[in-house]
């Protein structure tokens, strides 16, 4: 029996073909008010540019490692470890270190990023299996914890269809197609893996992790083109929008709309 969908978020669910920008200015913004409060704190600093430098290169390292290990990065710690690096005392003058991450995380003020929607077929089939009492829950591979992501998730009008089960890689600990990472949803929702699909678009990340799992797994194709999937990575399904969904669910769970 069908009793949860777990999807993936970015383009996914949110649509990034629309993105021209550079991530590095974009990231460099939310950078500045962190590096000014710092500033305000602690003297001497590092200048801004050796700052920013600094994070970039802890943040390639953090990534680069993760995808050996399957650690999570966490923008928290990076933004903590920066700061040490560039001249903050890491007795942070008595503050500890987890005050010390959130103050960052809430100056480093994210944003929805300009050029980014929701799939025109999201809201409609999200609205769709919800009217079918199907649970809904999201796993990201982000960086940022999930309240910083669910900034997006509200101005994307998202939210509310994700009311309880939400992760983000950091919030975990562990990157996708780490099979505990999906466990850790299924915990959460509370049910078992032969009664959850997973929707989402990479291959090596979704449907690998989603298989390991145990779960049934399925491609969303973000180009209108048939998939082709070299290897042993092979997802249950492919599908080019999730208007094709519904379709899927009803081969491999008759019934499940009632």
């Not at 943040?59 to 903590?80: C, F």
């Not at 298989?211 to 209108?224: F, N």
Request: hydrophobic share 40%; aromatic share 10%.
């Amino acid at each position: 029996m069908l009793k949860a969908i777990i999807f993936d978020l970015d383009d996914t669910l949110i649509d990034w073909s629309g993105f021209t920008g550079d991530w590095t200015q974009i990231e460099t913004k939310h950078l500045r008010p962190v590096y000014d409060y710092l500033r305000s704190k602690h003297d001497p600093l590092k200048d801004f540019a050796e700052f920013c430098n600094t994070f970039y290169t802890q943040t390639r390292a953090a990534w680069s490692q993760g995808q050996a290990t399957l650690n999570a990065p966490h923008l928290g710690e990076l933004l903590v470890n920066t700061a040490f690096a560039c001249g903050v005392p890491e007795t942070l003058n008595g503050m500890p270190r987890d005050e010390f991450r959130k103050k960052l995380l809430h100056l480093h003020h994210w944003s929805p990023v300009e050029g980014t929607t929701v799939f025109a077929d999201v809201t409609d089939i999200l609205t769709k299996l919800r009217a079918h009492k199907i649970k809904l829950a999201l796993l990201t591979n982000a960086y940022q914890p999930m309240w910083m992501r669910d900034i997006e998730m509200r101005a994307h009008g998202l939210i509310d269809f994700f009311p309880m089960c939400r992760f983000s890689a950091a919030d975990i600990g562990l990157l996708k197609p780490h099979p505990d990472a999906f466990h850790k949803v299924l915990e959460c929702i509370g049910i078992e893996p032969h009664e959850a699909v997973f929707v989402g678009d990479s291959p090596d990340t979704d449907i690998a992790g989603a298989q390991a799992a145990g779960m049934k797994s399925i491609l969303r194709v973000v180009k209108r083109t048939q998939p082709m999937i070299s290897g042993l990575i092979v997802p249950d399904s492919a599908i080019n929008t999730l208007h094709e969904l519904p379709a899927v669910l009803d081969d491999w769970f008759p019934g499940w709309r009632d």
